[in-house]
Each structure stands twice: as C-alpha cells, then as structure tokens.
C-alpha cells in the first residue's frame, strides 16, 4: 500500500510541475516590435556580409581588410538610408578609448576604431549609453 502511496505522490508532484511550467510558459511576452533603426540596420548589416563574403581571409591581413571592408559598407548604407553618426556618442566613446588605449598600450585612434566598429552594429539602446546611429536631419 506504501508504494502505491509514493507512486500516487510522485505523480502528483509531476502534474503539479507540469501545470506550473505551462501556465508560465503562456505568460511570455509577445516578442517587441523593430524599430526603424533595427530595421535598416538589419539590412544594411546582410548588404555588409554579403559585400564581404568573397574576400578571402587566409592571412591575418586579409582579415583586417573583410573587417574594414563590412564597416565601410556598413557606414556608407546607413547614411545612404538616412543616419549618420551620433556627436553625443563621439564624446561619449572619446574617454573609454584613451583608458583602453592606455591600458592596452596603444594608438588612442586605434583604441577609437576598435570601439567605433563595436559600436557600428548596435542598433538599440543599451542603458545609460547614447546610440551610435541617429537619424540625420533632413
């Protein structure tokens, strides 16, 4: 009779963990709408690799050149679609590159460059920092 008590109890428990999960798993929330910043800069992303998917990158150089080549595509689509490079965030990412360039003892316009095409593929807002794109006046 024990048994069956455990058998009765264990299933229980498994009902109950299976109620719980599904009634959490109902409460997800909807998946938020692209901006339009999101939006071109998913495109202007693709543009980018597919510009830069022929290069070969069997030298370390050759890498630098398929990095350098996705930003430039990357920086010429978005403005051609209307956004230019934030000036709050050129003040914002002026400090941060003299610690880094400190820090990892190198050139202050290579430690910029380096957090400039980190920067480039942030197309939301994260806290506390200003976006790198905003739409150019028209």
Not at 71 to 91: F, H
Request: hydrophobic letters at 40%; aromatic letters at 10%.
């Amino acid at each position: 009779m024990k048994r069956y008590a455990y058998y009765v109890i264990g299933l229980l428990i498994l009902l109950g963990l299976g109620a719980y999960w599904y009634t959490n798993n109902q409460q997800e929330q909807a998946p938020r709408a692209m901006t339009a910043l999101e939006h071109v800069g998913d495109e202007c992303e693709l543009i980018a690799e597919k510009a830069a998917i022929a290069l070969p990158e069997a030298l370390p150089f050759q890498k630098l050149e398929k990095l350098a080549r996705k930003s430039r595509v990357l920086q010429t689509c978005m403005n051609d679609r209307g956004y230019i490079e934030n000036p709050a965030w050129v003040k914002y990412a002026r400090p941060i590159a003299a610690k880094q360039a400190e820090a990892q003892h190198i050139s202050m316009d290579e430690a910029y460059e380096t957090l400039r095409r980190s920067q480039l593929k942030t197309f939301y807002a994260p806290a506390n920092t200003p976006l790198y794109w905003i739409p150019a006046k028209p």
